[in-house]
């Protein structure tokens, strides 16, 4: 019998913000909004607090294709970062054009003082197999870009 392997994947960034901008970045829904997502993609809709443990759910839609993506899932936890760190758990899957959540994986955001700003450390854990590791690699650096931008304005 063959042990199932899963793949994790891990992205840090540095930023010229302080640690509470940074979380408030990551946290608080008006602001996620304003960068969450791949680039060419709107939010169509977005129910994501991770202010607070519950269910979250996004639906983006691709600007050229028009394709509808959708993930959900849960906020299992939060820890403001009231000594300098501070993390927010959650799970994720994609929905299929059914709308059946596919498989989970766990999503991780870390934020801690680095120098004189902030760092975000995010890990995305239990994907599946490489195929999948690689498809939300290449979601998250574009993810990112738009928080790079974002936070750029804020600094």
Known sequence: MTEATTQ?????RDYAVGVARLWRAITD???LIKWFGPEGV???LCEMNLSRPGPWRCEMVGRESGDRFVVSGQVTHVRPPAGGDGSVGMTWAWHDAAGKRGAESHVLFEVSAHGDGARLRLVHRELPDV???QDHTKGWLSTLRCLDAYMEEAA
């Open 8 to 12: 994790e994947i891990e992205f840090v």
């Open 29 to 31: 829904p008006d602001e």
């Open 42 to 44: 709107d939010l169509d």
């Open 131 to 133: 195929a999948a590791a």
